[in-house]
């Protein structure tokens, strides 16, 4: 018996020098970009303005997207998808038919990358390119900043 006891205590002993000295790495924080995010973006030499209402799910990010024409009018309509890794957002928005309000048959998808900022005042910035579509107007690449609007996510 005591050279069980003695035996346990020797195995005890030594799984007690087996200690772990790695530094556990830090998660990368995941950005919530839920909310109203609103900027200009010029269609054409006419700067209307662009709306983002997403909506974010784990790091799932949804929702409608709009280019408004400074008179009110609603030039495009489309859906975003899109992926939030920390604070990067890669996204895709579709185009369907009736998207585009001036051409109905028209369909097309835009896609880009976004890095959020998370502060009193929230904002995104990359950029938005036009990667296919069946319109007459094509809008370039071009780079974009957003605002979340306050009272909208956190």
């Not at 495009?76 to 309000?101: E, M």
């Not at 051409?103 to 005042?121: D, E, L, R, Y």
């Amino acid at each position: 018996m005591t050279t069980r006891l003695a035996a346990a205590l020797v195995f005890i002993l030594a799984l007690g020098g087996c200690v772990d000295n790695t530094t556990p790495s830090t998660p990368t924080q995941q950005v919530t970009l839920t909310g109203r995010w609103t900027g200009d973006l010029s269609v054409q030499g006419v700067t209307g303005q662009t709306v983002w209402t997403l909506t974010q799910s784990g790091t799932s990010v949804t929702g409608p997207v709009t280019i408004g024409l400074p008179n009110g009018v609603i030039y495009v309509n489309g859906s975003l998808t899109g992926t939030v890794a920390g604070s990067t957002l890669t996204y895709t928005i579709a185009v369907g038919s009736n998207g585009v309000p001036t051409q109905p048959t028209c369909t097309g998808q835009f896609a880009g990358t976004m890095t959020a900022s998370i502060a009193t005042v929230s904002t995104m910035t990359g950029r938005i390119a036009l990667m296919s579509s069946s319109c007459a107007i094509q809008i370039p690449a071009t780079n974009l900043t957003l605002t979340r609007q306050s009272g909208f996510g956190q």
